[in-house]
Structures are given as structure tokens and as C-alpha cells.
């Protein structure tokens, strides 16, 4: 079966430009995940849709982070405008569902690595 | 606040070594554990998930075994090869959040394998 897809791989900005990043999760998950992961840490949950709702944002900077999932497929994340730190990688991940036993696992897409000049 | 911590940051070893990475977890309260590869420029690849309720996990040449009380889990690596060489992640499913499919992840340990 085919993996979580996402673009571009890679991107570079200068800081105040706006980026948008592309996620495609694998066909039937219902849940996907954005994280960031800064050089030299582990990915840290920005948001999390079920289907096309927010489960947890709780995370994402919201007065420059955006997302979408449009029809319970397909996501954008927007930062609009770039800051030097949003400098990372962006992590897109699906799994099959949501629930109290979380015994669904996350299967990763290859990231975006942005870097913000 | 869970927060997950491994060690070593960074290993490096001849090839044919057995070999073990550590990960611990401030809070016992977790659904599950995850062990995940990341290659350079790579996105994660799971490799072991153990439930909660579950001691060990056997993956071919990979063992992950899981300590709730005391907090702790390792991945046992045998007879390493180059091809091993990654970045190693654990991560956590907390109980106590109100997202308990969120994964708590540490800072990784990054694993060389030489010829």
C-alpha cells in the first residue's frame, strides 16, 4: 500500500514570506498528525485532525500556523509569516483511527525541511 | 508533564556488536511505547509498538522490552550491521491528556555502525 505523501521535500524562505506544506495520508486513515521536529529534537504534535475535524492544537501557533483537512483527506499547513525559528522539519503522519486504547500505530511521511533565512 | 529522555545521544560501533539504547518516561501512566528509525532525511519508520499491557516486543534482530513502573524501555539491537545506522526515537501514548493518541517522543539516539 502506498505511504503518507507529502511536498515539496524541501523549501527555503526568507523570514516574513508565507510557505505551505502538502500532506496525502494513507487511503482510509482517518486520523492524521503534523508534527515539528527541530534539529537535534524529537517531533513535537502541532495538530491532529479526525476525518476533517481538530482532535488537539493545543500546540500550533496559531497566530502564524495554520491547517486544513478538507474532506478527511488531504492537509495544508501554512505559516504565514516566517519566523528564523520555524526553521525544521514538518512531519506528516496517519493512523487508522482514534481511541482510548491508542493502539493505533503513526506511520510517517518523509517531511518537509524548511529552512527560514 | 510526561517527558521522555533517552541515552545514549549518540553511539558508535563495530559492526557484529549487540547493542542497547535506553529510553525513560517521567510519568507510568502510558498506553503504549514506540520505537521508530529516522535515516537522514527521512521520515520515521515504526519498528515496535508495545501496549502497555505487554513486556516485550521481537522484531527480527530487535527486542524492545517495557518497564512501566519503574519507567523505562530498551531497544536491544543484535549482531548490528551499517545498515542499522539511524537515528533512534521512543515515544509515548499518555493516559493523563485529555489526547491520549498523541506521542510523547525523545530527543533520539543517534546510532553509527562501522565496517
Known amino acids: 500500500e502506498a505511504g503518507v505523501a507529502q511536498s515539496p521535500r524541501y523549501k527555503i524562505i526568507e523570514k516574513r514570506q508565507s510557505v505551505a506544506f502538502w500532506c496525502n495520508p494513507i487511503?482510509?486513515?482517518?486520523?492524521l498528525y503534523w508534527y515539528q521536529q527541530i534539529l537535534g529534537q524529537g517531533p513535537k504534535l502541532l495538530i491532529q485532525?479526525?476525518?476533517?475535524?481538530?482532535?488537539?492544537d493545543s500546540q500550533l501557533p496559531k497566530d502564524r500556523f495554520s491547517a486544513e483537512r478538507l474532506k478527511g483527506v488531504d492537509s495544508t499547513l501554512k505559516i504565514q509569516p516566517a519566523k528564523l525559528e520555524d526553521s525544521a522539519v514538518y512531519l506528516c503522519?496517519?493512523?487508522?483511527?482514534?481511541?482510548?486504547?491508542?493502539?493505533?500505530?503513526?506511520?510517517f511521511g518523509p517531511g518537509t525541511r524548511l529552512t527560514v533565512t | 508533564k510526561q517527558e521522555v529522555t533517552q541515552i545514549p545521544a549518540a553511539l558508535s560501533v563495530p559492526e557484529g556488536e549487540n547493542l542497547v539504547l535506553n529510553c525513560s518516561f517521567t510519568d507510568s501512566a502510558i498506553y503504549n511505547l514506540q520505537w521508530f528509525r529516522q535515516d537522514p532525511g527521512k521520515g520515521l519508520t515504526s519498528l515496535l509498538l508495545i501496549q502497555s499491557s505487554q513486556r516485550e516486543q521481537t522484531s527480527g534482530r530487535l527486542n524492545a522490552s517495557l518497564d512501566k513502573s519503574s519507567g523505562r524501555s530498551t531497544l536491544y539491537i543484535a549482531a548490528s550491521q551499517p545498515g542499522d545506522s539511524a537515528t533512534y526515537l521512543c515515544a509515548v501514548s499518555p493516559i493523563r491528556s485529555y489526547n491520549t493518541d498523541k506521542l510523547i517522543f525523545g530527543t533520539g539516539t543517534r546510532l553509527q555502525v562501522f565496517p
Open positions: 503522519a496517519s493512523s487508522l483511527g482514534v481511541g482510548r486504547l491508542s493502539s493505533y500505530e503513526q506511520y
Open positions: 485532525f479526525q476525518n476533517n475535524g481538530v482532535v488537539d
Open positions: 487511503s482510509g486513515h482517518a486520523t
